[in-house]
Every structure is written in C-alpha cells, then in structure tokens.
C-alpha cells in the first residue's frame, strides 16, 4: 500500500484533523517558529497498535464530528494555556483507515522550561481521549468492532481535577 | 420546534443514518431521546436507557438536562474513544 501524503504544517492553525499524515518534525518546527523564548518543545506521539483488548488489529477506521472536534480541541488548548506556563500548543489528528503503525495524533507543547510543557502536553492526551469526538473501529479477525471506553481514560483526567464520565 | 439530530460511530450505523431534522415538543436533550425511543425500533434500542449514550447541543458535550432552543443541533453519540 502507497504510504498516505504526508500534509505541510499549516502556520497558524492549532488544530487539524486530517487523513493525511503529518511530519512530527516539521510540527515541531512550526511550533517553535522563531520565538526566542521557546527553551523546551514535549511532544506525544500516538501510533496504531497491533493488539486491542487481547485481538490483533489490522486496521483502525477513525471517525469524528466535524466542528465539534475542532472546537472541543481549541478548548482544550485554551485550557492548557490557562493552566500551565506555556507558550503555545498543536495537536494534529488523524481521521479515516489507519493501518498498523500509522501516525494517529500527535500534541506538541512549546514552554521557556520543560516541566509546564511535560505537564500540559500529558494534560492535552489525557483530555483529548475523554472529550474529543472521536470513534475509532478496529479490524481485528473476528470481524470489525467499535472500540470500547476505558475507565482508566477517564481516571487519567481526574487527575486533573476534571470529571469526565465518559467511560 | 425544529432540531437538527446527528449520529455518530455506532449509533449511526445501529440507525442506519447520520442525521434528521426533526419536529419536536421536547424541552431538553434528554426528552428528545425519550421521543426518539418512543419510535420504536432500531431508535428504541440504539438510545435506549441503560446504554452509554453521550450528547452534544450545539457542538458542545452536554448532559440531558440542557435546554433545546429552536434550531439547535443536537448529537447523539457512544463514548469517545480517539487519541
């Protein structure tokens, strides 16, 4: 199979979610842009798995409300900004078939030190996977099946001091 | 009054649609999905109480009791599972 296009960073935008593939280093470059204040970059990079809940998985079919999506991340990324000491934020997400090892999402903090940017970048994942519209359907070979919340997902969040109930 | 409903992931293929527009007389997003369920099947079975059904109005998550507006866009959906 041809490997998916991969798209430019798009300047300015925070938020894309894309069936294209994304270049984490070129995401990273964008972010940084050329603010001398920027001294620590934490990316979170999340990749297709070969095993779910025990199955193989070949393939992953991701699908997402469009608007929503887009709206409950910039959210999200105000959130973060409010937060933590950092200076800017990305998240690329990824829709449509995804096979084994593909490049799903990615989140990229930019801060002046690492400890703001560790902690709202795990901040931005653990939110995002609780309350960004988003389905995911796995080929496994017993037939295709939608994906089940995690209760643990939701845990990672309070952490946070947020209540999700999505699980 | 008028409502946009969509569906989404399982949900949607459980109805067989991705959306309708609707006359309704609820008031809230919860008595909109009594009178989906009250149409019986596939609706009273893909919303039916007891299952993990999540909600948004006008693009933002929501719990039953938020207040419909005439033209407001609601969607029902499982439990988000990206990232």
């Known amino acids: 199979m041809a490997a998916a ?3 430019a960073p798009a300047s300015g935008a925070r938020v894309r979610i894309q069936s294209e593939d ?12 050329t603010d001398p204040r920027v001294g620590a970059v934490c990316t979170f990079l999340g990749t297709v798995r070969d095993r779910n809940e025990g199955q193989s998985v070949a393939s992953l079919e991701l699908e997402h409300y469009p608007g929503m999506t887009e709206k409950a991340i910039e959210a999200m990324i105000d959130e973060a900004l409010r937060r933590f000491d950092i200076l800017d934020a990305r998240v690329v997400h990824r829709v449509g078939l995804l096979q084994t090892t593909d490049q799903i999402v990615l989140v990229a903090v930019s ?19 609780t309350q960004a519209p988003f389905w995911k359907k796995e080929q496994t070979p017993d037939g295709a ?7 643990s997902d939701d845990a ?7 209540a ?4 | 009054m008028q409502i946009e409903i969509r569906f989404f992931a399982a949900i949607r293929e459980a109805l067989g649609t991705s959306g309708l527009s609707i006359e309704s007389q ?8 009594d009178e989906l369920i009250a149409r019986g099947a596939p609706w009273a079975e893909a919303l039916e109480r007891g299952r993990a059904v999540r909600a948004a109005l006008d693009q933002a998550m929501v719990d039953e009791q938020a207040t419909l507006r005439e033209g407001a866009e609601v969607a029902f959906f499982p ?5």
């Not at chain 1, 270049?23 to 842009?33: F, I, N, S």
């Not at chain 1, 099946?145 to 209760?151: G, K, M, N």
């Not at chain 1, 990672?156 to 947020?162: C, E, K, P, S």
């Not at chain 2, 609820?26 to 999905?33: D, F, I, M, P, S």
């Open chain 1, 111 to 129: 801060s002046a030190h690492r400890g703001e940017s560790f902690q709202a970048c795990e901040f931005l994942i653990d939110y995002l996977k």
């Open chain 2, 79 to 83: 439990p988000v599972t990206g990232g």
């Open chain 1, 145 to 151: 099946r939608w994906v089940d919340a995690r209760v």
């Open chain 1, 164 to 167: 999700s109930g999505n699980a």
């Open chain 2, 26 to 33: 609820a008031r809230t997003v919860g008595e909109l999905r």
């Open chain 1, 22 to 33: 994304f270049d984490l280093g070129a995401e990273v470059a964008a972010l940084r842009g």
């Open chain 1, 156 to 162: 990672a969040l309070a952490r946070w001091g947020i």
């Open chain 1, 5 to 7: 296009p991969i798209s």
